[in-house]
């Protein structure tokens, strides 16, 4: 299913702005449908730079066999260094100024830097990630994302707090935002395969842009999100953005591992996009 990065972002603003188009029945006017598509598309883009740095992050801890060692990060096309000696570490990796895309074809500069307690997989660890000059497609995110692992007895969990604001490429246009995430572990438990590990995700989202416009995204509890290690996409699950007067529903599916996904606007039919 659609891979939860900033071209999903875009891909839903380009989408709003075509139905919106044709759609005139229930909107309010040119003013409102453009507020709605700015807060609409705002939220998915925070949402989905907040994923996108969880990406990073988790793969390059999966990756790094050696604490306390230097080792490139070829795949996102950054440097990564971790501090000698005991927990607390701090991991950064560093993008440098973004000459280059890395492999899936996003460009990123600056800094993501992460203190770990300790082991990302050790009950009662809290992993905290912070943003020095950081930018993906020319979107600056600053702010923190906290994990917290809650694993009991063999059900690996993690809490996940995201808070910050997101600056526009065009440097005018910003928003804040906050969300929490519950990550569950579903697959891939009991053996030493971090690639087939099977993660569920619910929670949601708030955002309030600088023109006072307030938008919350929720995943649908019984719809949960699915992350598979092995798939660079989420595959599975439901999500809605409720904007003044409006909402859109986004559904990814039943599991398969593809680059599509379904809108729906205010409970109308649902459309598929392939990117």
């Keep these: 299913m659609k891979k939860m990065t900033l071209l999903f972002a875009l891909a839903v603003t380009a989408i709003a702005i075509s139905f919106t188009a044709c759609k005139k029945t229930t909107d309010s006017g040119g003013v409102a449908d453009a507020s709605t598509l700015k807060i609409t598309s705002q939220t998915t883009i925070s949402d989905n730079l907040t994923e996108d740095a969880n990406n990073v992050f988790t793969q390059t801890v999966n990756d790094t066999t050696a604490l306390g060692s230097a080792r490139p990060a070829p795949y996102y096309n950054a440097t990564v260094t971790i501090s000698a000696g005991a927990f607390p570490k701090t991991l950064t990796i560093d993008f440098g100024a973004g000459t280059s895309p890395s492999a899936d074809g996003i460009v990123r500069s600056g800094q993501i830097i992460v203190v770990l307690s300790d082991s990302f ?33 063999d059900t690996l969990a993690w809490q996940r707090v995201d808070s910050g604001t997101v600056t526009a ?37 708030t955002i309030v842009n600088s023109d006072g416009v ?19 996409w989420i595959d599975k699950g439901q999500f809605v953005i409720s904007v003044p007067n409006h909402s859109v529903l986004i559904d990814f599916g039943n599991g398969d591992c593809d680059a599509s996904a379904a809108y729906s606007f205010d409970n109308g039919p649902f459309h598929t996009f392939l990117f």
């Design 121 to 153: 997989y050790k009950t009662g660890s809290m992993d905290t990630l912070t943003f020095n000059n950081y930018t993906v497609a020319g979107y600056h995110k600053e702010g923190t994302i906290i994990w917290t692992n809650l694993t009991s007895h």
């Design 214 to 232: 307030t938008a919350t995204a929720v995943i649908i509890p019984i719809t949960p999100l699915e992350k598979k290690a092995n798939c660079p």
């Design 169 to 205: 490429p065009d440097g005018l246009s910003y928003w804040h935002h906050f969300g929490v995430r519950n990550v569950i572990q579903t697959g891939g438990i009991g053996d030493n395969n971090l690639y087939d590990n099977v993660y569920s995700i619910t929670g949601n989202h």
